[in-house]
């Protein structure tokens, strides 16, 4: 089925894109404007449910495509009972990589895989233990620009990785795609994706 399908990734992001190579030979990448506010009182599953099916409808919108399958992802940062997302900048950034320093945190990614405009939705879950990042190395790091559009203000595939004690859980849900609930769907609408 994935050779025949019309397959749609709803990113801007180079990371969901190098994932979703592995699996998929052939698919169009679009990144449609989506506003990212969500109600406040919303769980972190929640939030990141929302947001992916939002990206998956408003690429399914901008290419009007009723034949596609749409493929939108969300990921937020979750500590001390507040939502991480992108820092809006540089001392943003430093203030929510100092709140994880030395702590655990976690990290939510949710999946929409929207076809023939039914949305098939599910996300997981990944504790990330941080190890206590000194202020000359959060202000190297910071410095790097590598913060700037990630979710908690940090890459885990990135520098950022020499901070991370370990995690439990899927590593590419802390990269941005749940693989493991993203191939379940796949799997029941379509058939495996190995």
Known sequence: MKEKQKIILASSSPRRKEIAALFFDVFEVVAPEVDETVEK????EQVVLTLAERKARAAANTKGDADAVYIGSDTIVYANGTVLGKPENRPSAKDMLHMLSGNTHSVYSGVCVLWQGKAYTGYEET??????????ELDAYVATGECDDKAGAYAIQGRAGLFIERIEGPYHNV???????????WRDLFGSLV
């Open 127 to 136: 504790r990330v233990i941080m190890r206590h990042i000194s202020e000359e």
């Open 175 to 185: 990269v941005g795609l749940p693989l493991k609930t993203l191939g379940l769907i």
């Open 41 to 44: 009182t919303l769980s972190p």
